[in-house]
């Protein structure tokens, strides 16, 4: 039996051999069409044009192929740890760390996601309602002062605050050092990993053990108080795992990193699309303001009056299809499977598609058109197709943090909303910058004013 078991499994083997491997070019020897890759933000809808939803390409030094559409993801996602792991480029999981959630893979994966997930449940994540709302005020004021500003880096310093207060429990206002450490690190993540003190990489790994020297500190400080359990430190100091473990500071060290960038990097970048795209859909700005009108809500937001927002869910979830932070995902493959007769051997890479998945009109009426009314009840385009909506990735490597991102974008649009306007500047460059995450290339200029003062 188990010798016809043994041909079963080499006849499957063989079987796969056969495929063809994708249509593609690999490029240039070494580097492939990683800089094509990395500056051309139309690179995956000029081969998909060209070869179609599967094709092959060379990136980050290794061969790779490209996969679009709810078809492909379902078949990634169901498949992972058997025929797929995570793959970061090595510049990524090297400034990430070891240690990170990021780059764990198999049954450490999932150990070490159900002692992080703690942070993020819905308990944990009202808690998290005041002090959001409360830096949220704070920034708005200042914005408010300044009246004509650059929007995007300000939204970095916003949604870098609250990852901090929240996520590790320091007040980094008055930290400028930190931030400038932090930023220079995020740099060097999407680049050639060639460790030399002036290339960008180098100058991230300088910052990634100053980082770590300063979470450690903190680390640190936080064990010898009593625990508030007020933030994620707070919950993960406490944590055990099923053997009763606690997490090393080592550990702790790379994790904390991790939530700090996830929760800072594609926040910003999903908080600039929503101001970009209400600015220039008046019509649902004015429809999304009415909504907050007619909501009866005086003094502090609380989860009753977030749950009452349906028109503002599907605007938010409307910007994260049309503009979503994160462009797709890399998996290494770990076993020789076929996809609609083509071959994905092992040894490749694959890159799920999520900017792709999410303008496919077998699934979504004009794709290309900001309509928040999509994700109505009576339209509901992204259910009858499991991972036709895939903002967040999706199966067991669904992005944890997804809740606390949810809640971040709708008190800030919220409160956005009932109390202030903004207007664009003319003139300026509105294209996407897409590496590390989309942002406009001019920064996103704006005039802010209060409504009261109109």
């Known amino acids: 039996m188990n010798t016809q078991n043994e041909e079963l499994k080499n006849q499957n083997l063989l079987n796969q051999d056969e495929f063809p491997l994708p249509p593609g070019d690999l490029?240039?020897?070494?580097?492939?069409?990683?800089?094509?890759?990395?500056?051309?933000?139309?690179?995956?809808?000029?081969?998909?044009?060209?070869?179609?939803?599967?094709f092959k390409t060379n990136l980050f030094g290794s061969p790779t192929i490209m996969m679009v559409g709810a078809e492909a993801n379902r078949f990634l996602f169901s498949k992972e740890n058997q025929n797929f792991v995570i793959q970061w480029p090595k510049s990524v999981s090297t400034l990430l760390?070891?240690?990170?959630?990021?780059?764990?893979?198999?049954?450490?994966?999932?150990?070490?996601?159900?002692?992080?997930?703690?942070?993020?449940?819905?308990?944990?994540?009202?808690?998290?309602?005041?002090?959001?709302?409360?830096?949220?005020?704070?920034?708005?004021?200042?914005?408010?002062?300044?009246?004509?500003?650059?929007?995007?880096?300000?939204?970095?310093?916003?949604?870098?605050?609250?990852?901090?207060?929240?996520?590790?429990?320091?007040?980094?206002?008055?930290?400028?050092?930190?931030?400038?450490?932090?930023?220079e690190w995020c740099a060097g993540l999407f680049t050639l990993p060639i460790q030399l003190p002036w290339t960008?990489?180098?100058?991230?790994?300088?910052?990634?053990?100053?980082?770590?020297?300063?979470?450690?500190?903190?680390?640190?400080?936080?064990?010898?108080?009593?625990?508030?359990?007020?933030?994620?430190?707070?919950?993960?100091?406490?944590?055990?795992?099923?053997?009763?473990?606690?997490?090393?500071?080592?550990?702790?060290?790379?994790q904390l990193l991790t939530l700090i960038f996830a929760g800072h990097e594609t926040l910003?970048?999903?908080?600039?699309?929503?101001?970009?795209?209400l600015a220039q859909n008046p019509e649902i700005l004015a429809a999304a303001?009415?909504?907050?009108?007619?909501?009866?809500?005086?003094?502090?937001l609380t989860s009753e009056n977030l749950k009452q927002m349906n028109y503002l869910d599907q605007i938010l979830k409307e910007v994260l299809r049309i503009i979503p932070p994160v462009g797709g995902g890399f998996r290494s493959v770990i076993q020789t499977s076929n996809f609609n007769g083509y071959r994905i051997p092992q040894?490749?890479?694959?890159?799920?598609?999520?900017?792709?998945?999410?303008?496919?009109?077998?699934?979504?009426?004009?794709?290309?058109?900001?309509?928040?009314?999509?994700?109505?009840?009576?339209?509901?385009?992204?259910?009858p197709q499991a991972f036709s909506y895939v903002s967040f990735g999706g199966g067991i490597r669904e992005c944890l943090g997804k809740e606390f991102a949810k809640l971040e974008m709708k008190i800030f649009a919220a409160l956005l909303l009932r109390g202030y306007e903004w207007e664009l500047?003319?003139?300026?460059?509105?294209?996407?910058?897409?590496?590390?995450?989309?942002?406009?290339?001019?920064?996103l200029k704006v005039v802010f004013s209060s409504i009261s003062h109109n």
């Open 27 to 54: 490029g240039l020897p070494l580097i492939g069409e990683t800089i094509s890759f990395l500056r051309d933000p139309d690179f995956a809808t000029k081969r998909q044009q060209k070869y179609g939803n599967v």
């Open 347 to 383: 040894g490749w890479s694959v890159l799920y598609q999520i900017g792709q998945t999410h303008q496919d009109e077998n699934v979504y009426k004009n794709p290309e058109i900001f309509d928040p009314k999509r994700f109505g009840i009576d339209r509901a385009e992204d259910k």
């Open 200 to 254: 960008k990489f180098g100058k991230a790994l300088k910052c990634r053990k100053k980082l770590l020297a300063r979470i450690e500190a903190i680390i640190k400080e936080r064990q010898q108080k009593p625990n508030s359990h007020q933030d994620a430190l707070g919950l993960l100091l406490d944590a055990k795992d099923e053997d009763g473990n606690s997490l090393s500071i080592e550990e702790l060290q790379d």
């Open 97 to 183: 760390g070891p240690a990170s959630l990021s780059t764990q893979t198999g049954s450490i994966h999932q150990t070490r996601r159900k002692l992080l997930s703690q942070a993020f449940q819905p308990r944990a994540l009202t808690s998290y309602i005041p002090a959001m709302e409360e830096i949220t005020h704070r920034y708005f004021k200042k914005w408010e002062q300044l009246q004509h500003l650059t929007w995007y880096p300000e939204l970095r310093q916003y949604t870098f605050d609250i990852a901090c207060k929240l996520l590790v429990g320091t007040d980094v206002t008055e930290d400028t050092e930190f931030i400038e450490l932090f930023e």
């Open 425 to 443: 500047v003319p003139g300026q460059n509105l294209d996407l910058e897409m590496i590390p995450t989309p942002r406009p290339r001019d920064g």
């Open 289 to 300: 303001k009415t909504e907050q009108e007619q909501i009866n809500c005086s003094g502090e």
């Open 268 to 277: 910003t970048s999903a908080l600039s699309s929503f101001c970009l795209l």
